[in-house]
């Protein structure tokens, strides 16, 4: 009488995970092939590679369960058949479950959004490298730029970017202190973003650091190949902290060729300015933080560039349309200007991949449950 024994085994299954490795370089290697003439490969959303973590895991849901799956025959006995090797077919039997695995591999790769810049994509770029020093101390409340000092500053500086094409520009904020708030960039969008999420009290605005303000912009034009370096200073006050002073400062521009163009906002002096109000009646604005028009011209002087008052917002606009009129161009290889979107090899791959399975599943490859 025949008894029932298990068919099957339980071993891992090499043969298949050999193959995925033999096929997953063959991908690999192709892809390599197309990006061969990329200087620089990056992911924009290097968080997405967390997915692929998903290849294993299909590996043992489509490979390694299946093969430890064990089904209940009545046989008088399988010695026989245990003792048999395995054939090339039965080796490669999962090849379309293997696909897919690959497939699931490259669409995480793809969602990453892998990007490159290429050697023949580098091109000629008219421009100049400006570092934008904002003042965000407590005293650019004061609303006699409207709405106040700080908000009118940071909608000339915004027009003043998107008027900009091929310019790399910085955004350096100070008062107490003096930090980077973005770095020279092309990018105008994620510069007029973070200029956009400036207000008071981001840092500590007790004092105003001019001359840490200036460092700190050198220190970003440093290692420029730009002809051109400009800063533009922004404050409302006199330097009353930091470890640099400004004229210390100014020198360190003259030295490295930077011109800097001050812009001192409202007021030029304690007795205040004359403006008009909402009813057209001309009224005196008091300036109540100490002020220093002399060091800001001093400054601008020493490095070449100029120095601007802005007493409201109109005179604001004018200045920043003079200090473009005094920027020289210069031309710079920037190799950053034509970024590259590389996904759509990995999601073209996958596709195949998949729909190459799909026609295998329809061949002998197919599988019962």
Same mark, same amino acid.
């Not at 708030?181 to 973003?193: A, I, K, M, N, Q």
């Not at 220190?219 to 800063?231: E, F, G, I, P, T």
């Not at 604001?316 to 950053?336: A, H, M, P, W, Y």
């Given at each position: 009488?025949?008894?029932?024994?298990?068919?099957?085994?339980?071993?891992?299954?090499k043969?298949?995970?050999?193959?995925?490795?033999?096929?997953?370089?063959?991908?690999?290697?192709?892809?390599y092939?197309? *990006? !061969?003439?990329?200087?620089? *490969?990056?992911?924009?959303?290097?968080?997405?590679?967390?997915?692929?973590?998903?290849?294993?895991?299909?590996?043992?849901?489509?490979?390694?369960?299946?093969?430890?799956?064990?089904?209940?025959?009545?046989?008088s006995?399988?010695?026989?058949?245990?003792?048999?090797?395995?054939?090339?077919?039965?080796?490669?039997?999962?090849?379309?479950?293997?696909?897919?695995?690959?497939?699931? &591999?490259?669409?995480?790769?793809?969602?990453?959004?892998?990007?490159?810049?290429?050697?023949?994509?580098?091109?000629?770029?008219?421009?100049?490298?400006?570092?934008?020093?904002?003042?965000?101390?407590?005293?650019?409340?004061?609303?006699?730029?409207?709405?106040?000092?700080?908000?009118?500053?940071?909608?000339?500086i915004?027009?003043? $970017?998107?008027?900009?094409?091929?310019?790399?520009?910085?955004?350096?904020?100070?008062?107490?202190?003096?930090?980077?708030?973005?770095?020279?960039?092309?990018?105008?969008?994620?510069?007029?973003?973070?200029?956009?999420?400036?207000?008071?009290?981001?840092?500590?605005?007790?004092?105003?650091?001019?001359?840490?303000?200036?460092?700190?912009?050198l220190?970003?034009?440093?290692?420029?190949?730009?002809?051109?370096?400009?800063?533009i200073?922004?404050?409302?006050?006199?330097?009353?902290?930091?470890?640099?002073?400004?004229?210390?400062?100014?020198?360190?521009?003259?030295?490295?060729?930077?011109?800097?163009?001050?812009?001192?906002m409202?007021p030029? !002096? !304690? !007795?205040?300015?004359?403006?008009?109000?909402?009813?057209?009646?001309?009224?005196? $604005?008091?300036?109540?933080?100490?002020?220093?028009?002399?060091?800001?011209?001093?400054?601008?002087?020493? &490095?070449?560039?100029?120095?601007?008052?802005?007493?409201?917002?109109?005179?604001?606009?004018?200045?920043?349309?003079?200090?473009?009129?005094?920027?020289?161009?210069?031309?710079?290889?920037?190799?950053?200007?034509?970024?590259?979107?590389?996904?759509?090899?990995?999601?073209? &791959?996958?596709?195949?991949?998949?729909?190459?399975?799909?026609?295998?599943?329809?061949?002998?490859?197919?599988?019962?449950?």
């Open positions: 009488m025949g008894k029932t024994e298990r068919s099957g085994s339980a071993a891992f299954p043969a298949e995970l050999l193959l995925l490795l033999l096929l997953g370089a063959l991908v690999a290697a192709g892809l092939l197309h *990006f !061969s003439d990329a200087t620089t *490969f990056t992911f924009a959303r290097p968080w997405a590679l967390l997915l692929l973590s998903a290849a294993p895991l299909t590996f043992y849901t489509l490979i390694v369960s299946r093969h430890r799956r064990t089904a209940s025959l009545r046989f006995s399988i010695a026989a058949l245990a003792r048999l090797r395995r054939g090339l077919f039965s080796r490669i039997a999962a090849l379309p479950a293997i696909l897919e695995i690959l497939a699931v &591999t490259l669409i995480a790769l793809a969602l990453a959004q892998p990007q490159t810049r290429n050697r023949e994509n580098t091109v000629e770029v008219e421009g100049i490298d400006i570092v934008l020093a904002l003042d965000l101390s407590g005293s650019m409340r004061a609303s006699d730029l409207r709405p106040n000092r700080l908000e009118a500053a940071k909608k000339v915004d027009e003043f $970017i998107s008027r900009r094409s091929g310019d790399r520009i910085g955004l350096v904020v100070f008062a107490r202190e003096a930090y980077t708030h973005c770095p020279l960039t092309l990018d105008y969008g994620v510069l007029r973003t973070m200029l956009g999420e400036l207000n008071l009290g981001l840092i500590d605005g007790a004092a105003t650091a001019i001359g840490n303000a200036l460092g700190v912009s220190a970003r034009l440093r290692n420029s190949d730009a002809k051109s370096r400009v800063v200073l922004l404050t409302d006050g006199e330097n009353n902290a930091g470890n640099v002073t400004p004229r210390q400062a100014a020198r360190y521009a003259a030295a490295m060729k930077i011109k800097v163009f001050t812009v001192l409202g030029s !002096s !304690s !007795s205040g300015a004359i403006q008009r109000d909402a009813f057209g009646r001309r009224i005196r $604005i008091l300036r109540q933080h100490p002020v220093n028009p002399k060091l800001l011209r001093e400054i601008a002087e020493q &490095t070449g560039g100029q120095s601007f008052l802005a007493t409201d917002r109109e005179a604001l606009e004018q200045n920043f349309q003079r200090i473009l009129d005094e920027l020289d161009k210069s031309t710079r290889r920037d190799v950053g200007a034509r970024l590259e979107q590389a996904y759509r090899p990995f999601v073209i &791959t996958a596709l195949g991949l998949v729909l190459l399975a799909i026609a295998l599943r329809l061949t002998r490859f197919r599988q019962l449950p």
